[in-house]
C-alpha cells in the first residue's frame, strides 16, 4: 500500500530500494529555504544494516503489512529455538539471533509475537516487561536509602541489572525486556 512519505512513523516496515525496512527515527524538517522533507532513519529487517533517508512531501513510499501470530515458546536446540504456534499448533524453529540481546528474558512457556512477511519470520517480539527474582545483590548500607542510587544485582537467570538500594536477593521486580533494566518490584 502506498503512503504519503509525510505519513511514515516509528515502527512501519516499509519497501525501500527492494529491501524491507523498519522505521527507527523520523523527523519533520522544514528548511527556510526550499521544501519541506521527512528525515527517516531506518534499519534492514533482514540484515540489520541501517540507512538515513531523505522523503520530500510529495514522494510515496510502499509501507509493507506484516502477519502477526502468538507462538508459545517450547525449548532451545543450540542455536535455534522452537516456537508453537498458539492457534495451529504447529512448530517453527528459528536461530536465536533473531530476537537480539532480549534473548536472556526468553522462558519455557513465554507467549511471544512473531511478524512475518510473505509466510517468512521476520521479527520475535517478547513481552515488555518480565517477573523475575533477584539471586544476588549488595546489602543495604544505612544511610544511602534516601539517595536515589543504584546497585548491581543479578536475577535468576544469570543478567546482571541495577536496582534500587532497597531491594535485596529474593525480591522478585518488574524488568523490562527492551534495555534490561528495572521496572519497578513485583506486586
Known amino acids: 500500500m502506498k503512503i504519503n512519505a509525510n505519513d ?15 522505521v527507527a527515527k523520523t523527523m519533520h524538517v522544514q528548511p527556510g529555504k526550499g521544501g519541506a522533507f521527512m528525515q527517516v532513519e531506518m534499519k534492514g529487517v533482514l540484515d540489520g544494516s541501517k540507512l538515513n ?14 502477519e502477526e501470530s502468538e507462538y508459545q515458546f517450547l525449548y532451545r536446540d543450540g542455536d535455534d529455538l522452537i516456537f508453537m504456534n498458539q492457534e495451529t499448533f504447529e512448530q517453527i524453529q528459528l536461530p536465536a539471533d533473531i530476537i537480539g540481546d532480549s534473548v536472556q528474558f526468553l522462558s519455557d512457556g513465554m507467549v511471544i509475537t512473531i511478524c512475518s512477511y510473505e509466510g517468512k519470520p521476520i521479527t520475535v ?11 544476588e545483590a549488595e546489602p543495604v548500607v544505612k544511610g544511602q536509602t534516601a539517595a536515589s542510587s543504584y546497585k548491581p544485582a543479578i536475577l ?13 536477593a529474593g525480591i522478585k521486580v518488574v524488568v523490562n525486556t527492551d534495555d534490561a533494566t528495572y521496572v519497578e518490584r513485583a506486586k
Request: charged residues 25%.
Open 8 to 22: 511514515i512513523r516509528i515502527g512501519n516496515v516499509i519497501e525501500h530500494n527492494s529491501k524491507l525496512w523498519i
Open 53 to 66: 533517508e531523505r522523503f520530500r512531501a510529495a514522494d510515496t513510499v510502499e509501507k509493507v503489512y506484516l
Open 125 to 135: 517480539s517478547l513481552p515488555k516487561t518480565v517477573i523475575l527474582e533477584i539471586v
Open 156 to 168: 535468576s537467570n544469570g543478567v546482571k541489572i541495577m536496582v534500587p538500594q532497597h531491594i535485596e
